[in-house]
């Protein structure tokens, strides 16, 4: 029997519900879900890598095949050293879509083995991007810890 691994890269600072959404979707989709973290050294972050880990562990703590952990470097070898098949990613509006693609074909180049997967989020969320953008809390749109946490990092 084939044990689907999925791999669900971002920045997640922080998880927002329109993460979650597909988050939900994916772990219904595939047998392991690692939500993989990217150490990413030229962003500027709201969040520590720890701090976004925690706020993930916390929030995915349901579901018994969601696994969070954090990555650097090349995410085909990363994918590699996790024995995982599939990239998961999310689209919201057009807009993502020509970055998507150029990722996808190029991770393709690197690992033709690894397929890239794109869901659609619930409708709410198609409109909700990365909230260290926005600098505030958005009531709905993140899970009640994370608000909290904005709340107490943006007083
Ligand atoms: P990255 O910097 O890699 O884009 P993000 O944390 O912003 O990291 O996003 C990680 C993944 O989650 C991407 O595939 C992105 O398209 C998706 N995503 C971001 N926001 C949402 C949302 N509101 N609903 C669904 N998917 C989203």
């Known amino acids: 029997m084939k044990t689907s691994v999925a791999i669900y890269p971002g920045s997640f600072d922080p998880v927002t519900n329109g993460h979650l959404d597909l988050i939900e979707r994916g772990e219904k989709m595939f047998d392991v879900l690692i939500v993989a973290v990217l150490r990413n050294a030229e962003k500027q972050p709201l969040f520590t890598v720890p701090e976004r880990v925690e706020m993930l562990r916390e929030v995915t703590k349901e579901w018994r095949s969601v696994e969070v952990d954090v990555f650097d470097g090349l995410l085909v070898d990363y994918a590699r050293k996790r024995g995982a098949a599939v990239i998961l990613r999310g689209i919201r509006a057009v807009s993502d879509y020509e970055y998507e693609l150029q990722m996808a074909l190029m991770n393709r ?33 993140v899970p009640a810890i994370v608000e909290a946490r904005l709340r107490a990092k943006m007083s």
């Open 109 to 141: 180049k690197l690992e033709p083995r690894l397929e890239t997967v794109f869901m659609i989020p619930g409708e709410p969320y198609s409109y909700l991007s990365a909230i260290a953008q926005h600098g505030a809390p958005l009531k709905g749109l």
